[in-house]
C-alpha cells in the first residue's frame, strides 16, 4: 500500500509500472489536476479493476469534485479488497462526517483503531467526532491521547484550543493554541484561533497583538494582514482581498458544508432561496440564474427547478469543484464577483442574481450592487445575505473582528435605491451560530427598476 504520496513525479513520457502510475496520478490529485488524475485512476482500475489504492484515491478524488455518495461506494471497495488497512477506514470516517452520517463515521475510526490503537490521527478524529456530537469528555480525552502518542500533532492541539474555548476555559485555549504555534509557526490555525480566543473574550489588543506578530513573520501572508485590520481597524480595506478568499476557502473546501450545517447550523441558503421564491413565478426551467459566490453550490440545487441557465461564480477552485459535484450547474467560473458582474457580456443577460453569505466580504455595497443592476434585467430579482451591523457601524458597514463586514439595514436600502433597485424585502434572520451564539444577519429581495 502506498503509505505517504511522492513528492516526486514520474515523467509521463515514458512507460509507467503500476506503482508509478499511482504516484503519478496522487501527485497529479494534490496540485489540484482532477481531471488527469481521474483519467489515471480509472485506466489503472481497467487493468486491475480491485487495485485498492486506486479506489481509494479515487473516492478521495471524488469527494473533492462535491461528489461524496460515490466517494463511499468508492472507498467501501477500497477496504473490501484491504479490510486490514486503517487509512482508508479513516478516511471513510472523514466523508461520513462531512455527510453528517456520524454513527457510520465513529464506526469507521473505532475499526480503524482497533487495527492501529497508536495512531494519533485516527485518536485526532475520533475526538472531533465527539466534539461534534457534544461528547465533551470524551472528545477532550481522545486529543490529549492524539498528542501523548504524537507530542507534535499539532492540529490535536488546535482541536483542544477550540475544545477549551467552546467551554470558555479561555486560558487552557490560548495556552493549547500556542503550543499549536510552537509546532507549526508557519500554518494559519494556530494564529488564527489564539486571536479569535482573545477576541471572544473582548481583548481586542491581545487579539490585534497576535496577528501583528503572525504578518510580522510571514509578511504576505493574506489571513494575517486581513485579520490585523479585523482586530485594530487599522487598514481596513473596502472588501476582502482576492488572496484571502483564495486561502481561506480553499482550505476550507472539504470540510465546509460539514462545518457550517453540520456544527453550525448554518441557514443562510435557504434562508435567501425561501425569501428569493416569494417573488418567482411557478418554477418551469425558464429563468437564467446567477450564484454569485456560491462556494459549494449550496444554493444550486434549490433554485436549479426555476433555472433554464444556472451559472456559479467563486474564486476558490476548491469550492468550484464542489459546486460541480452538484451537477446543476452548466458553468462554473473562477472570478472575482464584481470583475465578473463588469463584463460587457454580463449586462442585461440574468432574470435572477443570488448570494448567501458572500456579500459578508464586502464592505462598501455601492459597486457590487451597481454591478447586479448592469448585470439583471429590468424586472430581474437580486436575493442575498448579510450580517446585520449594530448602532456604531460608521458609514453603515463594519469589519467585525471575526474577518466579516456586517451592514446595517438603512445603508442597504440606499445602495439599492442608489443602484435603481425596487427594495421587496429587508428582514432579520439568524444565519447560524458561532461560538454558541447565534450569528445575525439580513435577507434582502430587491427587484431592478
Known sequence: MSQAMSQEVPSPSREMNLEEAIQYAIALQRNNQLEGAETLYRRILDIVPGHPDALHYLGLLQFQRGRPEVAVELIVRAIDQAPDYPD?????GNIHTALGNL????GCYRRALEIDPQRADF???LGVLYRI????????????RATELDPRHFRAFNNLGMLYAAQDRIQ??????????????SHPDGHKLLGLAYYSIGQLAEAAEVFRQWLAEQPDNPTARHMLASCSGQGVPDR???????????????SFEEQLQVRLAYRAPQLVVEALTAYLPEPAGQLDILDAGCGTGLCGPLVAPWAAR????????????????????????????????????????????????????FGPLEAVTAGARRALRTGGLLAFSLEEAGPDAGPGHVLNPNGRYA??????????????????????????TEGGKPVNGLIVVARAD
Request: hydrophobic fraction near 40%; include cysteine.
Open 133 to 144: 456530537t457534544g461528547r465533551l469528555e470524551e472528545a477532550e480525552a481522545a486529543f490529549l
Open 240 to 254: 476582502a482581498e482576492d488572496d484571502y478568499i483564495v486561502e481561506t476557502f480553499d482550505r476550507f473546501a472539504d
Open 88 to 92: 482508508f477506514l479513516s478516511n471513510l
Open 407 to 432: 451592514h446595517s439595514s438603512g445603508y442597504v436600502q440606499r445602495c439599492l435605491t442608489g443602484a435603481r433597485f425596487g427594495v421587496l424585502h429587508i428582514g432579520p434572520a439568524v444565519l447560524r
Open 103 to 106: 454513527e457510520a463515521a465513529a
Open 123 to 125: 485518536h485526532n478524529n
Open 310 to 361: 444556472l451559472t456559479g461564480v467563486d474564486l476558490s477552485v476548491g469550492m468550484l469543484q464542489k459546486a460541480e459535484g452538484k451537477g446543476c450547474y452548466q458553468h462554473l467560473y473562477r472570478i472575482e464577483l464584481t470583475a465578473f458582474l463588469d463584463q460587457p457580456a454580463e449586462e442585461g443577460a440574468w432574470d435572477v442574481i443570488l448570494s448567501a453569505d458572500t456579500l459578508c466580504y
Open 172 to 185: 487552557d485555549a490560548v495556552q493549547h493554541y500556542c503550543r499549536s504555534i510552537t509546532l507549526m509557526p
